[in-house]
């Protein structure tokens, strides 16, 4: 008897191991209706004659409820006729569970807040498990007129070898695409400061900005210029670059990290971690770094200290996103510091981002039975009426309409239970988080970007704006991609530590030459060339 | 049980005598008689051998299975072709590894990190467990034990969180400190010279008390009598502790070191990830951290195979050496 139960025992916890390996996400391609002939209209919802099911992958921003019962998407169910089962993965996870997905080759029939790269999108291409969205263009007609109307689009969005495989997130509204840096503005006042015209003034302000106790509290607590470097090192730069003639033709960036890449008045790609130029740059910083005006702890602390400081009345000159909501309470303080203009007599911001805010944003896979539907359904995203669906949820709900203009209730804007605003709006719209197929305009946005403070600070550096048109969307091909591979991260990797050394004075700047030096030694050439491919492609 | 273990022990070691010279008759007798024994053997213990079964099966599914996917370091791996479908490619990934600018300085700080690591936070368990092993009240044993193994438990992220408001350079307590004391304040945590000790140590604080639990064990199984002899000898304290806890304790000591070098080249990626940042890149790029960079975020999954299967031939390489000189030494090792 004994001897039975240990063998039922044992039986029972192997077929608990078994079970374990079991395969659970398989759900997705397979279980698809067999019954492909569905009409699907090209114009007018719903989009589908008779009900379909797709299976989607969606990264779950924590501020909005599951999509299996987001009323955005019901509203979208009951207009289009189309189903969509959801697995929702936190944005935390959801890269290592897309990549599993496309690596095990078990996909659903659409990804939306893919996140993908133009790199990882190219890949997935050619390997054939997203498709070409412009084959089904005659389905998607918002978008298409999009593309037709604006130039930059189309070039944004098209990959080298000439198709689509994307949805971009477009935005044509300036206050979410203009990032900035902000000064102290109390602290200027309680010293009777003028706001800063020139880098040199900058460093009058900052030195008066570590003397003259600026927040009065009789300590010398004063951090006068701050950094978010954590994970973004060339933060320390990045945003001044223009004050000394960098990226004022764009910055070449394919895969959202800093390539070290701009495009001078020539046309050509440039590397500029060892012009003349930035090295003048990095004795600056090094000079503020020497005389205790850095914040020390800028490559080591995230947003959330930096948010801290600025919070206790300790910082003053500080560059991070698109407006001051981050700050908190704080941000009253701050306005938008005029654009500098540098030793070289440059005057120029940046830090934009182009119209096509985001690529990679929607894909459908070639596991995908519907594509026209499909493509249909993200194409409705691009009209207005999709887009507020998108950003501002369900009329009577969580927006009205007063004078033909949009507005959010108050329910959101200053939600009874205490709720933030984009907690209260993701219950009723799935925008908080970005990445959505959407083409967010002025008329349509009821962000950040609205608010009057956002439009005082573009206002203050308009004129010296890069356009946006102008910011270059290169997308490398699948060959470049691996060619650079092999070194492209020894070089970003080489010349950010290095200049980290000499902005903090672990290395001095006699040494500059030696680093070039063996930079030119470093594929730097090849480096450039591709970008330079790249990026006349994009012109193309 | 323990019996049938320990006679499944014995039986083990029985074979591995040398044997005597036979007739072939003899032999056959002597063979069939083996035979007959381990049926006996296997039908006493029938029970459990079947518990052994999950066991088998997870190393059979979760480490040899899998094996076979090693052969991605050589291709280059399309989902779509799958493992054995992908392209060949040689020795490319191996070569994009070994030709990366920083590969000296990824095994020089992954080795150093290793070593310094293992050096340091080896002896900190024992000379932990001999002490307790010294304290009379059982309670205060207890309460002490409990205290010391409590850091384990706490996740990567949050120590480096507790590192990071304990050191930051503004307002962190020991930077006050020292500002209070007079010395200058020290970035802890972006100084590249600092990065291993701040790496190590934090370590040892978080797993000594943890890793002291086994020689506490193996100290408890120290016959008494031994104590008691000595005690009577006249030995003291410290003479015992040197003379019997501490060769008491060894050969497990031995096996645990050995187990330490096999991990050499396998630097944990969370902590460095976590704690690296421009200014210590320096000491901080280790080789998981740079496949992270390099393979992970472009999914690049043949090359980190390359990296990680050219890790694992290194350690094997270390613990066989290792687990060598441990026996010609002491005559301790693992197999």
């Known amino acids: 008897m004994k001897k039975l139960l240990t063998m039922f025992l044992a039986a029972i916890m192997l077929l608990g191991t078994m079970a374990g390996c079991g395969d659970t996400a398989s759900s997705g391609a397979s279980a698809q209706a067999q019954d492909t002939s569905v009409n699907v209209s090209q114009d007018g919802m719903p989009i589908v004659d008779e ?98 109307s604006d130039e930059a689009i189309r070039k944004g969005i098209t990959m080298p070898d000439g198709h689509v495989y994307s949805c971009p997130q477009l935005n044509k509204t300036e206050g979410n ?46 951090i006068p210029y701050c950094v978010v470097g954590k994970d973004y090192p060339h933060r320390m730069f990045y945003d001044l670059l223009g004050s000394w003639g960098f990226g004022v033709n764009g910055i070449v960036n394919s895969d959202y990290s800093f390539s070290w890449l701009d495009i001078d008045d020539n046309g050509k790609v440039r590397f500029i971690g060892r012009e003349e130029k930035f090295k003048n740059m990095v004795e600056f910083l090094n000079k503020l770094w020497e005389e205790g005006l ?106 009205e309409v007063v004078d033909g203009k949009y507005q959010l209730l108050d329910n959101i804007t200053n939600n009874p239970d205490g709720l933030t605003l984009d ?29 009057p403070e956002t439009k005082a600070a573009n206002d203050v550096v308009r004129d010296y704006v890069v356009p946006f048109e102008k910011v270059p969307r290169v997308k490398l091909t699948e060959e470049e991609s691996i060619k650079l591979g092999t070194y492209a991260q020894d070089i970003v990797n080489y010349a950010t530590e290095n200049v980290v050394q000499f902005i903090t004075g672990e290395k001095s700047l006699d040494e500059w030459d030696a680093y070039v030096e063996e930079l030119n030694n470093m594929p730097v050439e090849d480096y450039i060339q591709i970008n330079q491919d790249a990026y006349d492609r994009w012109l193309a | 049980m323990v019996k049938m273990l320990n006679g499944a022990v014995g039986f083990f070691k029985k074979q591995k ?98 070593l310094y690591n293992l050096i340091v936070s080896f002896p900190f368990p024992i000379l932990l467990a001999l002490i307790f092993n010294e304290v009379q009240s059982p309670k205060m044993k207890k309460v ?29 307590l020991i930077n006050v400190l020292l500002a209070k004391m ?52 006249g030995a003291s304290r410290l003479q015992r502790i040197l003379h019997i806890n501490l060769p008491g304790i060894l050969p497990t ?40 960079e390099a393979g992970l975020i472009n999914s690049d999954y043949g090359f980190s195979t390359a990296i990680g299967l050219f890790n694992n031939v290194i350690n094997i390489i270390l613990l066989l050496v290792v687990n060598k000189l441990a026996k010609k030494i002491s005559g301790t090792s693992l197999f």
């Not at chain 1, 989607?56 to 189903?83: F, Y």
């Not at chain 1, 893919?114 to 089904?136: F, R, T, V």
């Not at chain 1, 006042?189 to 600026?214: H, M, S």
């Not at chain 2, 945590?189 to 600092?194: E, I, K, N, V």
């Open chain 2, 17 to 114: 005598d040398p044997k005597p010279i036979m007739s072939r008759e003899e032999k056959r007798a002597v063979n069939a008689l083996k035979r007959r024994r381990i049926r006996t053997k296997l039908n006493q213990s029938k029970g459990l051998y079947v518990f052994l079964i999950p066991a088998i099966l997870y190393f059979l599914v979760f480490c040899y299975l899998p094996m076979y996917g090693v052969q991605i370091a050589f291709k280059y791996y399309s989902p779509i072709e799958g493992i054995w479908g992908s392209q060949w490619t040689g020795m490319k990934n191996l070569n994009r590894f070994f030709d990366s600018y920083y590969f000296w300085r990824l095994i020089r700080n992954t080795v150093g990190l290793s």
């Open chain 1, 423 to 451: 907690q209260a709006l993701g219950q009723w719209a799935i925008y908080p988080g970005g990445y959505l197929p959407q083409y967010v305009t002025d008329e349509v946005d009821q962000s950040a970007a609205q608010l």
């Open chain 2, 182 to 233: 007079g010395f200058e304040k020290f970035g802890f945590l972006t100084s590249a010279a600092a990065f291993p000790s701040m790496y190590v140590w934090s370590g040892v604080w978080q797993n000594a008390g943890w890793n002291s639990i086994i020689y506490i064990a193996a100290l408890a199984s120290i016959d008494p009598q031994l104590h008691e002899a000595a005690q009577i000898d």
């Open chain 2, 253 to 292: 000591a031995i096996i645990m070191f050995i187990l330490d070098i096999g991990q050499v080249m396998n630097m944990g990626f969370e902590k460095v990830f976590l704690m690296q940042n421009a200014q210590n890149t320096e000491t901080s790029q280790v080789i998981s951290t740079f496949v992270y």
């Open chain 1, 177 to 222: 695409l203009i990032h900035h840096y902000w000064i102290n503005k109390t602290w200027l006042d309680n010293l009777g400061l003028e706001e800063p015209t020139t880098i040199d003034e900058l460093y009058d302000v900052l030195i008066a900005f570590r003397d003259q106790d600026p927040n009065g509290n009789g300590q010398k607590d004063e």
């Open chain 1, 51 to 148: 009900p379909i099911t797709l299976h989607g992958l969606v990264a779950l921003n924590a501020n909005v409820t599951d999509w299996n019962e987001h009323p955005a998407l019901k509203r979208m169910e009951e207009l289009t006729g189309i189903h969509i089962e959801w697995e929702c993965v936190p944005d935390e996870g959801f890269t290592e569970k897309r990549n599993l997905l496309f690596a095990s080759n078990t996909l659903p029939d659409i990804i939306v807040r893919a996140k993908l790269s133009p790199q990882e999108e190219m890949k997935y291409a050619a390997n054939g498990q997203i498709i070409a969205l412009d084959d089904y263009f005659d389905y998607a007609p918002n978008l298409k007129a999009l593309i037709d």
């Open chain 2, 144 to 172: 002490v034990q409990t205290i010391s193994y409590a850091p384990h438990f706490i996740s990567v992220v949050v120590l480096v969180g507790i590192l990071n408001l304990f050191f930051n350079q503004g307002n962190g």
């Open chain 1, 294 to 399: 850095t914040d020390k702890e800028s490559y080591s602390q995230d947003q959330t200290q930096v948010a801290a400081k600025v919070n206790a009345d300790q910082v003053g000159f500080v560059a991070r996103a698109q407006n001051t909501q981050w700050m908190g309470a704080a941000a009253e303080n701050y306005v938008q510091c005029p654009v500098l203009e540098g030793p070289y007599g440059d005057r120029a911001l940046i830090d934009v981002e182009s119209n096509v805010q985001m690529t990679g944003v929607a894909v459908i896979t070639s596991a995908n039975k519907y594509p026209e539907a499909t493509m249909r359904w993200l194409d409705y995203f691009y009209s207005e009426e999709g887009t507020v669906l998108c950003r501002l949820g369900i009329e009577g709900e969580s927006y």
